[in-house]
């Protein structure tokens, strides 16, 4: 694939999503990843539901595009293959609990001495210092220790953890900005760096107003539903067939609001302002509900677009699959199958650049070791050359 990556060799031995999302991210830009998998298992993923052929679709559709070679990194023959892939990478990512990289001889000193322009991006739970950093997480754990969990949900109920793995996928972007700095960095003539992204670090780094409300109030935030703690009218909203939202983030768009609704409220002062209204926000909702009751979500959501407001439907996966906005954006893609033919429905790349291309299919996941011939082959090819 050509993109800016172009050129790139990424060494991918991560598992399950961090990892692997970030891998995602980088072939996407036209890196050629090369996926190095557990002989006779692979990824946990390649076992994870639901299947399609006898095939996780949750593989396919985060690691299109990569080959595959397994490699048994304590079997001497693999470690010499191994170490040949390494003379060429640009960058390596893993995710083992920190130490295990290092018991194999693998670890960021002894490759940065034998190969100091190589990049290694570690992904993990705790990051690799630190008093827990050998305590192993998944997603559900991040979310609740880093405080997302304490402000989802609703309130004076149980915390709820976020539909979206957000602890895994978070931290894989961190990884993928860490490593796209590092790489400027060697292309500037400098050294390859380790960059060390923790889940649980990525979480905190998400906060943004629970921390600012703390720092000054000395009280972290509880759960508010979908309402904005700190912005209002900023959350779901009753019409006569269901729920929509509207978000008026500043003062003139609450005017807007206001003239849009017909209600007299843009100079009220129990209103007026945003922290007057988020003072009265329960009121202000219950005044807002009785117009928006008495009309079909799709009137309001046209009749408020029309008047600048931000405002849209609340949607189901299935209805943001077939978003015509969604799909003009080309952030609906099929991953091929082994017949070229489309197997999988997969989220496109949200990055869109002038000369990045962005095909409406993706090339096939790999079965487990499946490229192991045509990479032994490059290898050889390469050495001869």
């Not at 949900?153 to 978070?170: F, H, K, L, Q, T």
């Not at 906005?325 to 949200?350: C, E």
């Not at 290898?379 to 050359?385: I, P």
Request: aromatic share 6%; with cysteine; proline share 8%.
């Amino acid at each position: 694939m050509s993109g800016p990556l172009s050129g790139t060799l990424v060494l991918d031995l991560t598992h399950v999503l961090a990892g692997p999302f970030a891998s995602m991210t980088l072939a996407d830009l036209g890196a050629r990843v090369i996926k190095v998998e557990r002989p006779g298992q692979g990824d946990d993923t390649r076992a994870f539901p639901p299947f399609k052929g006898g095939k996780s679709a949750y593989f396919a559709t985060i690691n299109h595009g990569k080959e595959s070679i397994a490699l048994d990194l304590k079997a001497p023959e693999d470690r010499v293959i191994f170490d040949r892939l390494l003379a060429r990478a640009d960058i390596l990512l893993e995710n083992y609990r920190p130490g295990v990289m290092e018991r194999l001889g693998y670890g960021w000193e002894a490759l940065h001495a034998r190969h100091p322009k190589l990049i290694y991006g570690a992904v993990s739970g705790f990051g690799h210092t630190g008093p827990e950093a050998q305590r192993p997480a998944y997603d559900m754990v991040v979310q609740a220790r880093g405080g997302v969990m304490s402000i989802t949900g609703e309130r004076d109920r149980e915390p709820v953890r976020v539909g979206a793995s957000i602890g895994d996928i978070v931290a894989g972007m961190y990884l993928v900005q860490g490593v796209l700095a590092a790489l400027l960095q060697v292309d500037r003539g400098g050294a390859g760096q380790k960059i060390d992204v923790a889940m649980l670090d990525s979480q905190l780094a998400l906060l943004e107003h629970a921390i600012a409300i703390t720092s000054v109030t000395g009280e972290p935030p509880r759960p508010s539903g979908a309402r904005h703690p700190s912005i209002t009218p900023f959350e779901t909203f009753h019409a006569e067939d269901g729920l929509f939202v509207i978000a008026a983030g500043n003062d003139g768009l609450f005017a807007r609001l206001c003239d849009a609704l017909d209600l007299p409220l843009a100079d009220d002062p129990r209103f007026a302002t945003n922290p007057a209204r988020c003072q009265n926000a329960r009121l202000l909702k219950r005044l807002i509900e009785a117009v928006t009751i008495d009309r079909p979500k799709a009137h309001w959501i046209d009749t408020l677009t029309r008047a600048g407001i931000p405002t849209g439907p609340i949607q189901n996966v299935a209805e943001v699959l077939n978003d015509p906005q969604i799909r003009a954006r080309n952030m609906v893609v099929d991953v091929l199958g082994p017949d070229g033919a489309p197997a999988y429905t997969a989220a496109g790349n949200p990055i869109k650049m002038t000369d990045l291309p962005d095909p409406a299919t993706r090339a096939p996941a790999p079965d487990l070791d499946a490229d192991r011939a045509a990479i032994l082959d490059w290898l050889d090819k390469d050495a001869a050359d």
